[in-house]
T-cell receptor, first 116, second 110 residues
Framework: DARVTQTPRHKVTEMGQEVTMRCQPI?????VFWYRQTMMQGLELLAY????????DSGMPKDRFSAEMPDATLATLKIQPSEPRDSAVYFC??????????????FGEGSRLTVL | RKEVEQDPGPFNVPEGATVAFNCTYS??????FFWYRQDCRKEPKLLMS???SGNEDGRFTAQLNRASQYISLLIRDSKLSDSATYLC???????????FGKGTKLSVKP
């Protein structure tokens, strides 16, 4: 049963620490997304990649966030330094093709981040 | 105007009720439309795509009105297991990516 895998599932850290979240997209999916979800803002697109190339990271605070795909099986989202306002659930998702995205997005279970 | 807007609810309905959710979108060039379902503390999952002519999947009916830029989801004979947040999703960002509404929370009571 193919699925998107994210680690860690939960992370509690102190302000100023570096946080790295990892995602393994579904094999064969060429488009990978990072979303952030909070109660106030809902799901916000942070960045996405097609065939490992970054297409859009306009939703990401550039001074502290970075997203990469070192290879087709791994996407990373890094926050350095972390701040309490970064506390949220971070979802990785992949799609078989795109853009434009015309089919289903498959989400991982999310990484729940708490920054104290 | 936000790109995708939904009534946040919550909608509290008894079992067996019919409930309708509405969604409006701002980008007239959008071509693909979806409803996703998100259970509490879980990831979003595709419920159904929305086609121009309207489509039905069991108790669920989705409709699209391109002229009004409006999407709807109707749930008939609601079940306890329908309790979740329903996300309206539209493609049409600058790169054709998917834009999510904030969701409408549904609670079905016995």
């Amino acid at each position: 049963d193919a699925r998107v895998t994210q680690t860690p599932r939960h992370k509690v850290t102190e302000m100023g620490q570096e946080v790295t979240m990892r995602c393994q997209p579904i094999l064969g999916h060429n488009t990978v997304f990072w979303y952030r979800q909070t109660m106030m803002q809902g799901l916000e697109l942070l960045a996405y990649f097609r065939n490992r190339a970054p297409l859009d990271d306009s939703g990401m605070p550039k001074d502290r966030f970075s997203a990469e795909m070192p290879d087709a099986t791994l996407a990373t989202l890094k926050i350095q330094p972390s701040e309490p306002r970064d506390s949220a659930v971070y979802f990785c998702a992949s799609a078989r093709q795109g853009p434009p995205i015309t089919g289903e997005l498959f989400f991982g279970e999310g990484s729940r981040l708490t920054v104290l | 105007r936000k790109e995708v807007e939904q009534d946040p609810g919550p909608f509290n309905v008894p079992e067996g009720a019919t409930v309708a959710f509405n969604c409006t979108y701002s980008n007239s060039a959008s071509q693909s439309f979806f409803w996703y379902r998100q259970d509490c503390r879980k990831e979003p999952k595709l419920l159904m795509s929305v086609y121009s002519s309207g489509n039905e999947d069991g108790r669920f009916t989705a409709q699209l009105n391109r002229a009004s830029q409006y999407i709807s989801l109707l749930i008939r004979d609601s079940k306890l297991s329908d309790s979740a947040t329903y996300l309206c999703v539209v493609n049409g960002g600058s790169q054709g990516n998917l834009i999510f509404g904030k969701g409408t929370k549904l609670s079905v009571k016995p």
